[in-house]
């Protein structure tokens, strides 16, 4: 059924007015003039094709008319509070749902967000892996991405663009195989020997022993620390880091700007 479309700010007026019996204190509530109140009332009697308000020596009151509605009227705008109300509990200030890909969220983010727990002790993280999440169609208050910019949406780098090539600890085990990922950069027209689906794939192939891969040096740097891998080349610059990014309404909450700021200051 097709909804009618309701002269919704008329009604809000209508409401002040009629608790106040005042067009002035109604305008003093609504931040607006008297004359726009009026303008307001007079534009929704049209609208209507009834009366509202009649003047009287006693000052202004409501018609029958007027009051007809009123309660029902009163009610439908506590149920919309009630629902932008539920409309916002999916952004609660302690949940956070956060996208990354796997071998980001592995080896730098969860290891980051452990120590903003810590800090913050009843916050809650949704944590989805995704190579470049989508946000149109899921519900998120922040992606990493590894990209050359955030693109269409607001960002900040989490990250240096430089990138490393590392093989196993033990070099005879790579033994000349180079392991492939798509994003990998490498620009020679030999196949790798080995094919993964992204850069964590790569990574945990490395540390397994089956060959070299090059990497985001932010990705590889705990393996390297933690000598589960060993640099054969770089770190170099490169064009891609890891990016935060959100679209606009989620940069305006302060549970976002904490986190980023937390985020940033590890790095």
């Given amino acids: 059924m097709k909804r009618t479309l309701l002269p919704l700010n008329a009604l809000r007026v209508f409401d002040a007015a009629a608790r106040h019996l005042s067009f002035t204190r109604a305008a003093d509530e ?10 307001q009332i007079r534009a929704l009697e049209d609208h209507l094709g009834t009366v509202l308000f009649r003047r009287t020596s006693k000052g202004l009151e409501l018609t029958e008319e007027g009051s007809a509605g009123l309660d029902s009227l009163r009610e439908g705008f506590l149920h919309f509070e009630e629902s932008v109300a539920s409309m916002q509990a999916g952004q609660a200030v302690d949940r956070f749902a956060i996208a990354a890909p796997r071998g980001m969220l592995e080896n730098w983010l969860a290891p980051r967000l452990a120590g ?6 009843k916050v809650r993280f949704q944590l989805r892996e995704r190579e470049r999440a989508d946000f149109s169609e899921a519900n998120l208050d922040v992606a990493i991405w590894l990209a050359e910019g955030p693109d269409e949406f607001p960002g900040e780098p989490m990250s240096e663009s430089a990138w490393v090539t590392v093989g196993p600890v033990d070099p ?26 992204s850069a964590g794939q790569a990574l945990a192939c490395v540390a397994a022993g089956m060959g070299s891969a090059r990497l985001p040096h932010a990705l590889a740097a705990q393996a390297i620390e933690a000598g589960t891998v060993a ?5 170099v610059e490169g064009r891609r880091g890891y990016w935060l990014v959100a679209p606009p309404p989620q940069w305006r909450q302060k549970k976002v700007r904490a986190l980023v700021e937390y985020l940033k200051g590890t790095l």
């Avoid at 609504?30 to 303008?39: F, H, I, M, R």
């Avoid at 180079?178 to 950069?185: A, H, Q, Y």
């Fill in 231 to 235: 640099v054969l080349d770089g770190p």
């Fill in 30 to 39: 609504l931040a607006v003039t008297p004359a726009a109140v009026g303008q």
């Fill in 116 to 121: 903003f727990q810590a800090e913050h002790p």
């Fill in 172 to 197: 005879s085990l790579a033994d000349g195989r180079r392991i492939g990922w798509p994003g990998d950069g490498r620009n020679d027209e030999a196949e790798p020997c080995i094919s993964v689906g």
